[in-house]
């Protein structure tokens, strides 16, 4: 592998506590010959000194805009507003190839920098498959809240939690009454992980996935008591629930969580919402007769930190063993560099080409 400087940032988001490199996975690196530089982070479910421990360097939280120019800087969701201009080579969910809220600006603040945005949801391999995904857990927490919430007992503010707590939550108990669920997308990392909490709960959901999703039967969907949505859309496709729907007396959905949470995109699948719902406040009701009640959080792994942060890790570690122009990662660039032409955001001056 070429010479690797790798930055691990501090999470902005205040309930963001996974991390896409654990400090077993970071010794690897560092005996690799990867310089590793960690920052501080109060939240963070590994703290920094399993990382020193692992042979890392430390820095204060939010150094990142201050090392050196060939760094790479490896986080998760999103980078703070400042500074404006972006200028080094960064990995992490940037949600801003399909047109989302902000997209453009983000696009623009790496243009305006010379940086360049390596984003991990297209990190994939020669068939098009993602090679590092938190989808697996992503759907065994939306399952597992929308049943907590159909059966009364989701309590809010959420916190995060051990896999063995939830699972014994999810159990159910005597005097809970049966209930329909659909899980669409069943046959991707989401789904399978959204039919381990459904069946942890003791419900055998439907499952949809291309196939019946290709000439949707709504009446059939909307008879289910709870939807799972795992499906997250690349082309244009009918949305499965439209703002109609709600309206509809036969409605028996009353329960709706989209894993995805795709909202703002052209190429949601549910736009019947227009915000997220968080940790604070989880559960937004849609209609009020016949109720619907949402659930759309977009880092629901974060529930499970350890967990979800070990398993994404071991998926990191051979493309960042593996670092270079080309490849896996050369996909990742030339997907930046389209989406920018997209957007008519002009090429500028880049370092990492």
């Given at each position: 592998m070429t010479e690797l400087h790798l930055w691990l940032r501090h999470e902005a988001r205040t309930t963001e506590r996974r991390t896409p490199l654990v400090p077993s996975d970071a010794r690897r690196l560092v005996d690799a010959g990867v310089t590793?530089?960690?920052?501080?982070?109060?939240?963070?479910?590994?703290?920094?000194?399993?990382?020193?421990?692992?042979?890392?360097?430390t820095a204060p939280a939010g150094s990142w805009v201050t090392a050196p120019a060939d760094a790479v800087v490896l986080?998760?969701?999103?980078?703070?507003?400042?500074?404006?201009?972006?200028?080094?080579?960064?990995i992490f969910f940037g949600h801003a190839y399909k047109r989302q809220p902000g997209a453009a600006g983000l696009l623009r603040r790496f243009?305006?920098?010379?940086?360049?945005?390596?984003?991990?949801?297209?990190?994939?391999?020669?068939?098009?498959?993602?090679?590092?995904?938190?989808?697996?857990?992503?759907?065994?927490?939306?399952?597992?809240?929308?049943?907590?919430?159909?059966?009364?007992?989701?309590?809010?503010?959420?916190?995060?939690t051990a896999h063995e707590e939830l699972e014994e939550r999810l159990r159910p108990v005597a005097g809970d009454e049966a209930f329909?669920?659909?899980?669409?997308?069943?046959?991707?990392?989401?789904?399978?992980?959204?039919?381990?909490?459904?069946?942890?709960?003791?419900?055998?959901?439907?499952?949809?996935?291309?196939?019946?999703?290709?000439?949707?039967?709504r009446p059939a969907l909307l008879a289910h008591d709870l939807l799972v949505n795992c499906v997250l859309a690349t082309t244009p496709?009918?949305?499965?629930?439209?703002?109609?729907?709600?309206?509809?007396?036969?409605?028996r959905l009353r329960t709706l969580s989209d894993v995805t949470c795709d909202v703002g995109s052209p190429l949601n699948v549910l736009p019947v919402y227009d915000r997220t719902t968080e940790w604070t406040d989880p559960v937004r009701r849609l209609h009020k007769e016949p109720p619907l009640d949402l659930i759309a959080i977009d880092n629901?792994?974060?529930?499970?930190?350890?967990?979800?942060?070990?398993?994404?890790?071991?998926?990191?570690?051979?493309?960042?063993?593996?670092?270079?122009?080309?490849?896996?990662?050369?996909?990742?660039?030339?997907?930046?560099?389209?989406?920018?032409?997209?957007?008519?955001?002009e090429e500028g001056e880049s370092r990492h080409v």
């Amino acid at each position: 592998m070429t010479e690797l400087h790798l930055w691990l940032r501090h999470e902005a988001r205040t309930t963001e506590r996974r991390t896409p490199l654990v400090p077993s996975d970071a010794r690897r690196l560092v005996d690799a010959g990867v310089t590793l530089t960690v920052e501080q982070s109060p939240q963070r479910i590994f703290p920094a000194e399993e990382y020193e421990a692992a042979g890392c360097r430390t820095a204060p939280a939010g150094s990142w805009v201050t090392a050196p120019a060939d760094a790479v800087v490896l986080g998760l969701k999103e980078l703070p507003d400042e500074p404006a201009e972006l200028r080094h080579r960064h990995i992490f969910f940037g949600h801003a190839y399909k047109r989302q809220p902000g997209a453009a600006g983000l696009l623009r603040r790496f243009a305006a920098g010379g940086g360049t945005l390596l984003d991990l949801e297209y990190l994939v391999d020669d068939g098009g498959r993602r090679l590092a995904a938190f989808g697996y857990w992503a759907g065994y927490l939306g399952a597992a809240l929308a049943v907590l919430q159909h059966r009364g007992r989701l309590d809010a503010p959420l916190t995060p939690t051990a896999h063995e707590e939830l699972e014994e939550r999810l159990r159910p108990v005597a005097g809970d009454e049966a209930f329909t669920a659909l899980v669409i997308g069943a046959l991707g990392r989401s789904g399978r992980g959204a039919r381990v909490a459904l069946h942890t709960a003791g419900v055998e959901p439907t499952c949809w996935d291309l196939d019946e999703t290709r000439n949707l039967d709504r009446p059939a969907l909307l008879a289910h008591d709870l939807l799972v949505n795992c499906v997250l859309a690349t082309t244009p496709v009918p949305p499965f629930v439209r703002e109609a729907d709600l309206d509809e007396p036969a409605r028996r959905l009353r329960t709706l969580s989209d894993v995805t949470c795709d909202v703002g995109s052209p190429l949601n699948v549910l736009p019947v919402y227009d915000r997220t719902t968080e940790w604070t406040d989880p559960v937004r009701r849609l209609h009020k007769e016949p109720p619907l009640d949402l659930i759309a959080i977009d880092n629901l792994p974060s529930l499970l930190p350890r967990e979800s942060s070990v398993d994404f890790s071991a998926s990191l570690l051979p493309p960042l063993l593996d670092f270079s122009t080309g490849g896996a990662w050369g996909r990742c660039r030339d997907r930046f560099h389209q989406a920018r032409r997209e957007l008519g955001i002009e090429e500028g001056e880049s370092r990492h080409v």
